[in-house]
């Protein structure tokens, strides 16, 4: 995959690619300012961007592009800086498409996408997850 960044990059890694690493994405390209450019995909991508996801940070002022499910193998051969797993799962697998030289972390973020519940639970859910990555994330880039 041919892209642009400016700044260093970070892949963000979740099996669905759905929920928790597309927050990540837009959550981090907004708060770097240009300093950094997060991607996100994931091992098994559903294919579908959970609409839960898109509320919930829109609710929280997040600018969200047009986030898309992906897997991990559109950037096979890209080197990234950084690579972080939000998902216990995707932790414990093997990307094939990171170099040896990229720093890994893993922020294990409950799935917000297995919650049930009314709108207003849901929403709560979603919101404990966008707060949860929001901690990693201002933590991240103090240090980075």
């Not at 690493?21 to 294919?47: C, D, K, V, W, Y």
């Not at 193998?73 to 939000?86: I, K, Q, S």
């Not at 799962?89 to 917000?112: F, N």
Request: with cysteine; proline share 4%; charged share 20%.
């Amino acid at each position: 995959m041919n892209f642009q960044a400016d700044g260093e990059t970070i892949l963000i890694v979740c099996t669905g690619n759905s929920c928790r690493s597309i927050m990540a994405e837009a959550m981090i390209n907004q708060l770097a300012a240009g300093r950094l450019s997060a991607f996100s995909a994931g091992s098994a991508p559903t294919g579908v961007v959970h609409p839960d996801a898109i509320r919930c940070l829109q609710r929280h002022g997040y600018d969200v592009q047009l986030p898309r499910s992906k897997s991990w193998d559109e950037f096979r051969g890209t080197a990234f800086d950084y690579l972080v797993t939000v998902c216990d799962g995707a932790a414990g697998e093997v990307c094939p498409v990171i170099c040896t030289e990229t720093k890994r972390l893993h922020w294990s973020i409950p799935d917000p996408a297995q919650a049930q519940g009314s709108a207003q639970e849901l929403d709560c859910v979603f919101d404990g997850a966008l707060r949860l990555l929001e901690g990693h994330i201002e933590s991240f880039l103090r240090v980075s």
